[in-house]
């Protein structure tokens, strides 16, 4: 079982290009509907996991499959499964990368693919916005987060922006508090 | 203390990078920065590299970070402190919390913080922008190639899925923008 783990991941890891969001359906695939180690459910469970945690979503994901199936021993399995293609093909090109950059044609390319890659932030930044609600408080929070990056960015203040999201954390929560209160609800759901 | 900074530096960034691998960019660009690991030039390069290898982005630049600053036993040691965050979150919300996410408290907090997190990502993606076409601030120069293509790959990209069904691939896109960069730029 463990080894099935290991070598699941370790071809997930292998196989998927452009992060964690492009490994969900593999996953999908893989243990849902292959080897049938959980159910749909769980999979959108899995889903929610993923998006609301910090870190890899492919972590996540693993660990959990990984926990569901064999304990703390298969969640170790599986994250060391899925990260060990990753781990080696960049240790890899860490290897040769900064004399690669010297021939002249693949220089060229990095100065337009360095480009590419600020369009692809902004694509990540629209569909995590569309996942969003768009009450005031959260429009809000986006607008001062944006305002606020852009300021430390512009004149190079040392503002990290750990602090941004701590203090919408607070906010969102002292909102909840206050929105509880008004609406005179009487549960008591605080974790 | 090298591999004291890159524990710290991974650590960090894995504990509060939501929204999946481009949404640690803005983290590990501060970070990276902050303690000089690479210029902001290498670092655009590298999260190219790290979208185009397979696997998470956070982990393929993690490892190339460490590898670069401390060889193996870096690579090792950033990769493990980008993945434990993550790792022992789901391990206690899969045991200890299980209904912690389903939480009315939690769900608004997390709402909060992703769209704080979706300003953050869209603004460090239009300061990326901006200093490709005009350079850094006290170094205003005009890119006409630079704002050229970036118009036209903005165009490719957010106007093929309109088009084609499947649109173009963050990878495809990649691809497209090294051929004009080899185009326009020069190879020789």
Redesign the interface.
């Known amino acids: 079982m463990l080894f099935h783990l290991f070598s699941t991941f370790f071809i997930i890891?292998?196989?998927?290009?452009?992060?964690?969001?492009a490994?969900l359906p593999l996953i999908e695939n893989a243990c849902v509907k292959k080897k049938k180690w959980i159910t749909p459910d769980e999979m959108t469970q899995i889903t929610?996991?993923?998006?609301?945690?910090?870190?890899?979503?492919?972590?996540?994901c693993a660990?959990?499959v990984g926990?569901?199936k064999k304990g703390?021993a298969g969640?170790v399995t599986a994250?060391l499964g899925?990260?060990l293609?990753?781990?080696v093909?960049?240790?890899l090109?860490?290897?040769f990368?900064d004399r690669f950059?010297e021939i002249?044609?693949v220089?060229?390319?990095?100065?337009?693919?360095?480009?590419?890659?600020?369009?692809?932030?902004?694509?990540?930044?629209?569909k995590?916005?569309k996942?969003?609600?768009k009450q005031p408080?959260?429009?809000i929070?986006?607008?001062?987060?944006?305002?606020?990056?852009?300021l430390i960015?512009?004149?190079?203040l040392h503002l990290?922006?750990?602090v941004?999201?701590l203090?919408?954390?607070v906010?969102?929560?002292a909102?909840?508090l206050i929105k509880r209160q008004k609406t005179g609800e009487a549960?008591n759901?605080?974790? | 203390m090298i591999f004291l900074e890159l524990l710290l530096g991974f650590l960090?960034i894995?504990?509060?990078?939501?929204?999946?691998?481009?949404?640690?960019?803005?983290?590990i660009r501060?970070v990276v920065l902050s303690y000089g690991w690479l210029d902001e030039?290498k670092l655009?390069?590298m999260?190219?590299?790290?979208?185009?290898?397979?696997?998470?982005?956070?982990?393929?630049m993690a490892?190339?970070i460490g590898?670069?600053q401390a060889g193996?036993p870096g690579?090792l040691l950033a990769?493990a402190a980008?993945?434990l965050?993550?790792?022992l979150?789901?391990?206690i919300?899969?045991?200890v919390?299980k209904k912690?996410?389903k939480?009315?408290?939690?769900q608004?907090?997390?709402?909060?913080?992703?769209?704080?997190?979706?300003?953050?990502?869209?603004?460090?993606?239009?300061?990326?922008?901006l200093t490709?076409c005009f350079g850094r601030?006290g170094g205003f120069s005009v890119d006409a190639k630079?704002i050229i293509?970036?118009a036209v790959?903005?165009a490719v990209?957010?106007g093929a899925g309109k088009i084609v069904k499947k649109g173009v691939?963050?990878?495809l896109?990649?691809c497209?923008?090294?051929?004009?960069?080899?185009l326009?730029?020069?190879?020789?």
């Open positions: 890891g292998l196989f998927t290009f452009g992060g964690g969001h490994m929610v996991i993923a998006e609301s945690t910090p870190g890899p979503v492919a972590i996540n660990t959990y926990m569901k703390l969640a994250t899925v990260i293609p990753s781990f093909i960049l240790l090109i860490s290897f990368f950059l002249k044609w220089a060229s390319a990095f100065k337009g693919i360095k480009i590419a890659v600020g369009i692809l932030i902004i694509d990540a930044a629209v995590l916005l996942k969003t609600e408080l959260q429009i929070l986006f607008v001062s987060a944006f305002v606020s990056v852009m960015n512009v004149f190079a990290s922006t750990v941004l999201m203090a919408a954390a906010l969102s929560f909102y909840y549960k759901d605080l974790p | 960090k894995g504990c509060f990078s939501f929204g999946g691998g481009y949404g640690a960019v803005p983290l501060e030039e655009s390069y999260i190219a590299v790290s979208e185009s290898s397979p696997g998470p982005i956070m982990v393929n490892t190339y590898a670069s193996i690579a990769t980008v993945v965050p993550a790792f979150i789901v391990i919300l899969t045991t919390l912690l996410l939480n009315e408290t939690a608004t907090v997390l709402s909060g913080l992703k769209s704080c997190v979706a300003g953050i990502i869209l603004a460090t993606g239009v300061y990326i922008i490709n601030i630079a293509l970036t790959l903005a990209y957010f691939s963050p990878v896109l990649i497209l923008a090294g051929i004009a960069g080899v326009i730029y020069g190879w020789n």
